[in-house]
Structure formats: structure tokens, C-alpha cells
């Protein structure tokens, strides 16, 4: 009996032990690897010397891959051939295809070009060095690159060094020691040789490592010395118990300058010269220029012989690069085929700007569309005619044997007897802004044409009271241009009053265009906004005159531009919403923002920003105080507007995720995680102890 339980036991055990191996189930994957890759291997080592060879190998802990390398990774010196940068499984490979030059120094930098194959974890910063001679050069400088007129970090651009001293090396050499700024607009030029140094960093559109002036630049004024300096820091070893267990004290080598703020701009330099010339109507002549102009060109008509002297109304843009020409003689509009003498500045090959006249052809042949549209509309006018003609030579037979025409007959010709309002041009026009207006708008009235008068006596400007609508008290003003520059925008020079409405009545054929058009009648209302409807803005600045301040919109779009005045400015009846603010220091005084001239010396003009928005509700005034110094510059611009933001990859978000938004995370969101070194530049100390996120120096 016993041996038979023991048997059955045996069985059950067995049976057990088979069912709970042949059960499928998924496994578990583990937490989210975080991790980037790590080298494990490299061919040569690190450092080393004396290098005969012409590849490179990194041997990584996993599968890699190179994101973006034709932006992001940059050999230093730049070698003349491109070398080939690969990666196969675990390892990148650099090989060389031109001979290295001779006791030279060499680095790969390849920023944060490389990722682990399944989570895209990035390797950020890693650069690898050897040397062809005996030595290897050890120095480093870093900084930041910002965009001057906008403080965007620029990211992926050159930044440079030139032993040689002289201006035009930048212009005519290659730069000799060259990095590629990160995702943040950080750079660090690594393994630099002793001596003195110009710093340059260049948006290199054309691969030559040299300046042109079409390309974005910045450079340092100051000379730089690389130099190094010792410091120590000190590391606590904790027990379980949160005991001080070992203090333990290194020392570590920071490498100097690393500050450097490069502001790049665009010196606008264009070449001037006709860049396309047109005839979109048969009443409009177009030129396009290169290059703004200080002056218009002057115009010659050669064909047809006999026009007007004043044959046009010109259109333009503020910078005189693209003009309209609106022909008003009639025989011209006529022609097939103007010709004309022009007369204008063009850049020649020496870079100097020649008068020079062109004999410029602007045909002309109406769209096929445009040509059956007016044969279909003459047979229309042709059929019309003709059934009118039927109508009344029937009519008066009819009426010699002293009959009528029947009731349908009659109606069919009293509606031919009309007029078509469609076979009479008009003049187009209507308000630019009209219903609901704000304080401080224009009354603009928009044309399709330029206008030749307006009759003053046909306008009428009424304001509401109560129920009842009054003429406008005084004379109603006549209208005028609006814009030097444009001739269709007129506006009527009146004080609207907050919290009124008012109706525009401008009457049938009061105004008159250049081609004998007339407008049809036009009735407006325009409801003006009270004024607590409205937010103010008070400000004081630690500028005290030469500046201006823009209040920018959520697209960075300029709402309004006010000049600093006594160290204060101030935005009156703004519209509630989000603001930002800018601020220029206008050394030349002109009221907008300068570029800078590498040739001349001349850095761009300094722009701060208010590092945080505006939200502005109606009826309510803000009132606050801004030391633009305060905040460093690479911090400045709130990040809700700045367009050039890091590369956000998906495992750091759900890192902050898992730390469930703590306080710290809040202000790494708000000022920048992970950057080495401090960015402020000289110009910029006052706010290098405000920093609130802690800096790690190079070593």
C-alpha cells in the first residue's frame, strides 16, 4: 500500500513539474535602458603618438549608429578629402583618404552624433585625439554661439582658430583648429597648441572653412590665450546611517577661457543687379534687384515714342528691391512690347558699385484663360445686341398697325435697355480693418488701383450718440497716403475716441483712379474698444537712453516698438494676452537693429530679453523692474519662443516622467540641463554668479 502512494505521489509530482514547463508566457523586458554606449575599444588608444596609420576604430558595449554625421562630426585639422565615417554593428570606423600631415595633432569630434540602435540613448560630446608627431597639444577653449539679432543658440555651425594673427586670415585661410557647436550652441575646440589666438565661428554654407560675406559670421575682437588652472574639490563618502564616513579631496585641471560668447550675425551683404524683370499685367512693369537700393533706378521709355511724361505710379517696398510700376498712359498699356533705358547701380567685379544703363524688353500676352473669358463675354454682348435689335425693329411694326408688343416682349426689352453693371469697371476699395477696432488704429482705406482724387466733399465720417448717429464735430480731414511706398493705402488722419462707434460713408464716385474708375458707395461701421478692455505696461530698466523695446507676440512677431526714455518705457491699452519683451541698445540711434562688418570691426548691435513672458489681463496694469544683466544671455530668451531647442529625446522625457516633476526638474526645464562650463562673456560677468544651475568645468 505504501509503495502504491508513493507511486501515485510520484506521478502527480512529475505531471506537475511537465505542465509548468510546457506553459508559454512572455517575458519580462526589464526596465528602459538610459544608458548611452560606452567605448570599450579603440585602434590606436586614446592619446596616442606617433600615429602611422590612416583609420580609425571605436569598438562600443553595444549596436550604434550615427545620427546626422555630415552636420555633426568634424575632423580638426580639416582634412582636404572628406574622410570615410561608417559604422558596422558595434564599431565606427574613420578612415583617412588623404596623407596626415606630419607632427600634427588630430581630433574627432563627434558631438552627440552617436546613439545606442534601440533606444537612440546619445553619446553627447565624445571627441578622440591622437597625434603624427611626438607631442599631442592638450589646451582647450569652449563658449557659446548666439544669434545676434535673437539670442537663438545656433547649433551645428563651425566655430574656429587662427594663430595668424592678421585680419584678412579669415578671409583667405582655412581655419586651422576647427568644432562644431552642439544643440545648444556650446562649443569646446580640444587638444590646442600654446600662443595667441582670434576665435571665429562661421555658418560654412560652401565647406572652405573661410569667410564669405554671404555666409554668417561672428568673431572676437580680444585676442585669446589658452591656459589652464588647478583647483581641487572635495567628495563625502556617506555610511547607511548618513554618517560622514571619508572626505576625499582631487584635483583636476580646468582649462581657461571657457566663456567665450561669439555673437553671429549676417553682414546682409548682396550683390546689386537686376535679378528679374516682368510684365504680370498689361498696366504693371516689375523689377527685382538683388540688392537693396538707396535710390530708384531711372526709367526711359524707348517704345512706344509717344507716351506721357508722367506715365506711372510706382509701388515699392521700404528697401527699393522690388518696384511695381502701375503705367497710367493708355497707349503704353496698349503695347505689346515696352522697351526701356534704365538706369541703376550694379555691382562690378571688383566689388564696387557702377552706374550702368540696360535696354530692359517687358512683353506682354494675355492668359489664354483671360482671353476666352473676354471672347465669351463679347458674344454675350454681341447675342444681347442683336436680340435688342430684334425687339425693337418688332416693336415698331407693331406699333405701325398700332398694336404692342405682348407683356413677356416688353419685360425682355426694358431688361435689355439696362445698363449691365458687369460691362462697367469699377474702382475696388474697402477698409483695411473694420467692426471692432482697437485704440490707437488707423481709419486705412485699401485700393486695387492708385488713385488719381478723392473728392473731399463725398466723405462722411458720423459718430454714434446713444441711438442716433451725428456728423463728426469739425471738418472731416481729406484722406492721405498712408505709406510713402505704397499708393493703393490711404488713411483718414483722425483721433478715435475709446469706447465710441463710428460710421464711413463714402460716396459713389468720390474717388477717382488713375485709369477714370470710380468707386461704388461704401458704409462702414467701427466699433472702438473701451478702455477697460485693455492692460498697461510700466517698466524700469537699468538703460538709461539709446535703446528701444519691442513687445513681441507668441511667433516672436514685433506688436509694438517704443524707445527707452529716462531708464523707462512703457506699452499703453495692449490687448490681454502673452507678451515677451526685447531690447536693443541702438548705438547708431536709428531706431532698429544694425548687423555687424567684420571688415570694419563693428560687432552687431546688443539685444537682451525680459526672461519671462507677459500675461496681461484686461483692465490691469503690470508694473516691474528689469536689470537686463541680471539673467546671463544664453538663458535670456524664454524657451516658449526660442525656435532652436535642444534635441528632445524620448528616453529623457520619460526620465523626468519617473521623477514624478520634482522641483529640480522644474528648474531644469526652465534654464537647461546638462551644459559644461559658464557662458556669459566679458561684456556679461554681471550675471555669471546668477546662474541657478550648477556648471561642471572641463577636465
Known amino acids: 500500500m505504501t509503495t502504491r502512494w508513493t507511486y501515485w505521489l510520484m506521478m502527480v509530482a512529475v505531471g506537475a513539474l511537465l505542465m509548468a514547463c510546457a506553459s508559454i508566457g512572455s517575458p519580462e523586458g526589464g526596465p528602459r535602458d538610459y544608458t548611452p554606449p560606452q567605448v570599450v575599444k579603440t585602434s590606436p588608444a586614446p592619446g596616442t603618438l606617433n600615429f602611422k596609420g590612416n583609420k580609425v576604430e571605436i569598438i562600443f558595449d553595444e549596436i550604434v549608429n550615427l545620427k546626422d554625421q555630415q552636420k555633426k562630426v568634424i575632423?580638426?585639422?580639416?582634412?582636404?578629402?572628406?574622410?570615410?565615417?561608417?559604422?558596422?554593428?558595434?564599431?565606427?570606423?574613420?578612415?583617412f583618404r588623404d596623407p596626415l600631415e606630419p607632427n600634427t595633432t588630430y581630433v574627432i569630434d563627434f558631438s552627440n552624433a552617436i546613439e545606442d540602435n534601440n533606444e537612440s540613448n546619445q553619446l553627447d560630446g565624445y571627441t578622440f585625439a591622437f597625434s603624427t608627431g611626438d607631442v599631442i597639444d592638450t589646451l582647450a577653449v569652449s563658449g557659446i554661439v548666439l544669434r545676434a539679432n535673437d539670442l537663438e543658440p545656433m547649433q551645428h555651425v563651425i566655430?574656429?582658430?587662427?594663430?595668424?594673427?592678421?585680419?584678412?586670415?579669415?578671409?583667405?585661410?582655412?581655419?586651422?583648429?576647427?568644432?562644431?557647436t552642439n544643440d545648444r550652441g556650446h562649443f569646446t575646440i580640444r587638444n590646442l597648441k600654446p600662443g595667441n589666438y582670434h576665435v571665429f565661428a562661421l555658418?560654412?554654407?560652401?565647406?572652405?572653412?573661410?569667410?564669405?560675406?554671404?555666409?554668417?559670421i561672428a568673431f572676437l575682437d580680444e585676442i585669446i590665450v589658452p591656459t589652464t588652472r588647478e583647483y581641487t574639490s572635495q567628495d563625502t563618502i556617506f555610511t547607511f546611517d548618513r554618517r560622514v564616513d571619508t572626505v576625499m579631496t582631487g584635483t583636476h585641471t580646468l582649462y581657461l577661457p571657457n566663456d567665450l560668447l561669439l555673437c553671429m550675425f549676417n553682414e546682409g551683404y548682396?550683390?546689386?543687379?537686376?535679378?528679374?524683370?516682368s510684365r504680370p499685367a498689361d498696366n504693371k512693369l516689375h523689377v527685382l534687384f538683388g540688392a537693396p537700393n538707396d535710390t530708384l533706378p531711372h526709367l526711359d521709355v524707348i517704345r512706344p515714342a509717344e507716351h506721357a511724361r508722367d506715365w506711372y505710379r510706382v509701388e515699392r517696398t521700404p528697401a527699393n528691391d522690388s518696384l511695381f510700376y502701375w503705367i497710367t498712359d493708355s497707349a503704353m498699356i496698349k503695347t505689346d512690347t515696352v522697351i526701356v533705358a534704365m538706369t541703376y547701380l550694379r555691382t562690378d567685379t571688383a566689388d564696387r558699385l557702377q552706374q550702368v544703363t540696360d535696354t530692359i524688353r517687358f512683353g506682354y500676352r494675355k492668359p489664354s484663360s483671360q482671353v476666352k473669358?473676354?471672347?465669351?463675354?463679347?458674344?454675350?454682348?454681341?447675342?444681347?445686341?442683336?436680340?435688342?435689335a430684334q425687339l425693337l425693329e418688332k416693336q415698331e411694326k407693331a406699333a405701325a398697325q398700332g398694336k404692342e408688343l405682348n407683356e413677356g416682349e416688353l419685360e425682355e426689352l426694358k431688361e435689355l435697355q439696362r445698363v449691365d453693371p458687369n460691362d462697367i469697371p469699377k474702382l475696388t476699395m474697402d477698409l483695411a480693418k473694420a467692426g471692432t477696432i482697437d485704440v490707437g488704429d488707423s481709419i486705412i482705406l485699401k485700393f486695387d488701383t492708385p488713385i488719381a482724387s478723392i473728392d473731399p466733399a463725398g466723405i462722411h465720417l458720423e459718430v454714434k450718440r446713444d441711438t442716433l448717429w451725428v456728423p463728426f464735430t469739425g471738418a472731416v480731414p481729406q484722406f492721405?497716403?498712408?505709406?510713402?511706398?505704397?499708393?493703393?493705402?490711404?488713411?483718414?488722419?483722425?483721433?478715435?475716441?475709446?469706447?465710441?462707434?463710428?460710421?464711413?460713408?463714402?460716396?459713389s464716385a468720390a474717388v477717382t483712379s488713375v485709369y477714370g474708375l470710380h468707386n461704388e458707395k461704401l458704409s462702414k461701421e467701427l466699433k472702438v474698444r473701451g478702455l477697460e478692455q485693455y492692460a498697461n505696461v510700466f517698466f524700469k530698466v537699468n538703460v538709461k537712453d539709446g535703446a528701444f523695446v519691442e513687445l513681441l507676440g507668441s511667433?516672436?512677431?514685433?506688436?509694438?516698438?517704443?524707445?527707452?526714455?529716462?531708464?523707462?518705457?512703457?506699452?499703453?491699452?495692449v490687448s490681454p494676452g502673452t507678451y515677451y519683451l526685447r531690447l536693443t541698445l541702438d548705438s547708431n540711434g536709428n531706431g532698429k537693429w544694425d548687423t555687424g562688418n567684420y571688415r570694419d570691426h563693428l560687432q552687431p548691435e546688443e539685444v537682451y530679453y525680459y526672461p519671462k513672458k507677459l500675461r496681461l489681463r484686461a483692465n490691469w496694469d503690470l508694473d516691474e523692474a528689469w536689470n537686463i544683466y541680471q539673467t546671463a544671455l544664453d538663458m535670456q530668451k524664454p524657451d516658449d519662443i526660442r525656435r532652436n531647442k535642444p534635441e528632445q529625446a524620448k528616453n529623457k522625457v520619460e526620465k523626468k516622467n519617473s521623477r514624478n516633476g520634482?522641483?529640480?526638474?522644474?528648474?531644469?526645464?526652465e534654464f537647461g540641463t546638462g551644459i559644461t562650463n559658464t557662458y556669459t562673456g566679458n561684456k556679461y560677468n554681471d550675471a555669471k554668479n546668477n546662474r541657478r544651475v550648477n556648471r561642471q568645468p572641463i577636465h
Open 75 to 95: 575632423i580638426s585639422p580639416a582634412p582636404r578629402t572628406m574622410p570615410l565615417i561608417r559604422t558596422v554593428g558595434k564599431k565606427v570606423t574613420v578612415e
Open 159 to 180: 566655430v574656429g582658430l587662427h594663430s595668424n594673427l592678421d585680419d584678412t586670415a579669415f578671409t583667405n585661410m582655412p581655419l586651422e583648429r576647427v568644432s562644431r
Open 203 to 216: 555658418n560654412d554654407v560652401d565647406g572652405d572653412y573661410l569667410m564669405a560675406r554671404t555666409e554668417d
Open 270 to 277: 548682396r550683390s546689386h543687379y537686376v535679378k528679374q524683370t
Open 373 to 388: 473669358e473676354e471672347e465669351k463675354k463679347a458674344k454675350e454682348r454681341e447675342e444681347r445686341a442683336k436680340r435688342l
Open 480 to 507: 492721405r497716403l498712408a505709406d510713402d511706398c505704397n499708393p493703393l493705402r490711404y488713411w483718414l488722419p483722425v483721433t478715435i475716441l475709446p469706447d465710441s462707434t463710428y460710421r464711413l460713408t463714402i460716396d
Open 555 to 573: 511667433s516672436e512677431k514685433v506688436m509694438r516698438t517704443v524707445p527707452v526714455n529716462n531708464g523707462a518705457f512703457e506699452f499703453i491699452n
Open 662 to 669: 520634482t522641483d529640480e526638474d522644474e528648474e531644469d526645464d
